[in-house]
């Protein structure tokens, strides 16, 4: 029903920048928030950055003043603007919705695929 297509991810060198976007698609009302996540091996995801339709923000520890979230709202999108990026930022980053279906009165959170990031020494 919904589809969340992330692209951007790749190798960068530590003090690098890379931008991650992520597009929904589908049966789709309204998405109230939007937000990626970041998992590493043998570790549970944790958030990284979140943003409603009013633009509030909220950002995980230490992440502020680095990485930048960004919506367009009426194309379904988020970007992750990453700068200065550090080797333990290497993580799967994930995207998430919270997605109200067309018709529905609850809402639900999808997930994309993952892309992943590798920051080098």
């Known amino acids: 029903q919904v589809q969340l297509v992330e692209s951007g991810g790749g190798l960068v060198h530590a003090g690098g920048s890379l931008k991650l976007s992520c597009r929904a698609s589908g049966s789709i009302d309204r998405i109230p928030n939007m937000y990626w996540f970041r998992q590493t091996p043998g570790n549970q995801r944790t958030l990284v950055a979140a943003?409603?339709?009013?633009?509030?923000?909220n950002y995980g520890d230490d992440l502020k003043g680095r990485f930048t979230i960004s919506r367009d709202i009426a194309k379904n999108t988020v970007d992750l603007q990453m700068n200065n990026l550090k080797p333990e930022d290497t993580a799967v980053y994930y995207c998430?919705?919270?997605?109200?279906?067309?018709?529905?009165?609850?809402?639900?959170?999808?997930w994309g695929q993952g892309t992943q990031v590798t920051v080098a020494q």
């Open positions: 943003m409603t339709t009013g633009g509030a923000t």
């Open positions: 998430r919705a919270l997605v109200y279906l067309i018709g529905a009165t609850t809402a639900t959170n999808y």
